[in-house]
T-cell receptor
Framework: DTGVSQDPRHKITKRGQNVTFRCDPI?????LYWYRQTLGQGPEFLTY????????KSRLLSDRFSAERPKGSFSTLEIQRTEQGDSAMYLC??????????????FGPGTRLTVL | QQPVQSPQAVILREGEDAVINCSSS?????VHWYRQKHGEAPIFLMI?????EQKGHDKISASFNEKKQQSSLYLTASQLSYSGTYFC???????????FGEGTQLTVNP
């Protein structure tokens, strides 16, 4: 257990439905990252936050995806009008984000999304 | 740009050594190494900052050659528990996103 938690762990939905995932980072960590991973591939960056500010979004992220971190603590990732291609493991990671030195990123257990 | 990992897969007998390489065409701030078992999240192993340092704990160590933008992960006297997929993640500036390689699948047999 890295201290990063995600909920739910599994989500099965029908195409066209909206889904929302939650991530709770390690409490003193300022940076929170979302990645997506498909079978046989490394994690792919989606977006990240410094406290409540969203600093970067991947160009691969369509406008169906939105993420928030309203109080600089937990974060939510919403996917609207899900498509079968959205089926993947969604991983959250957090780091101290000190801006210098080493910034180890610790991953949560992930949310596995299956779109039927 | 995605770093290139080699080899793609390696099979060892318990007690043998292995080296996994990670190369980038871009200047890097750091390289992170993770191990992932099937169906589980990546587990952080170590981070190498630019400056050519080498790190290690237990029988796993790594190096980072800043001039070549290459990192290598060394696993010595492998154990069954070392089996999994190893990913390198590269970082361009401190605290920025990680860009992961495609992974190296390591299998350790008794």
């Amino acid at each position: 257990d890295t201290g990063v938690s995600q909920d739910p762990r599994h989500k099965i939905t029908k195409r066209g439905q909206n889904v929302t995932f939650r991530c709770d980072p390690i409490s003193e960590h300022n940076r929170l990252y979302w990645y997506r991973q498909t079978l046989g591939q490394g994690p792919e960056f989606l977006t990240y936050f410094q406290n409540e500010a969203q600093l970067e979004k991947s160009r691969l992220l369509s406008d169906r995806f939105s993420a928030e971190r309203p109080k600089g603590s937990f974060s939510t990732l919403e996917i609207q009008r899900t498509e079968q291609g959205d089926s993947a493991m969604y991983l959250c990671a957090s780091s101290l984000g000190s801006g210098q030195g080493s910034n180890e990123q610790f991953f949560g257990p992930g949310t596995r999304l299956t779109v039927l | 740009q995605q770093p290139v990992q080699s080899p793609q897969a390696v099979i060892l007998r318990e007690g043998e050594d292995a080296v996994i390489n990670c190369s980038s065409s871009k200047a890097l701030y750091s390289v992170h190494w993770y191990r992932q078992k099937h169906g589980e999240a990546p587990i952080f192993l170590m981070i190498l900052l630019k400056g050519g340092e080498q790190k290690g704990h237990d029988k796993i160590s790594a190096s980072f050659n800043e001039k070549k933008q290459q990192s290598s992960l060394y696993l010595t006297a492998s154990q069954l528990s070392y089996s999994g997929t190893y990913f390198c993640g590269t970082e361009k500036t401190s605290g920025s996103r990680l860009t992961f390689g495609e992974g190296t699948q390591l299998t350790v047999n008794p």
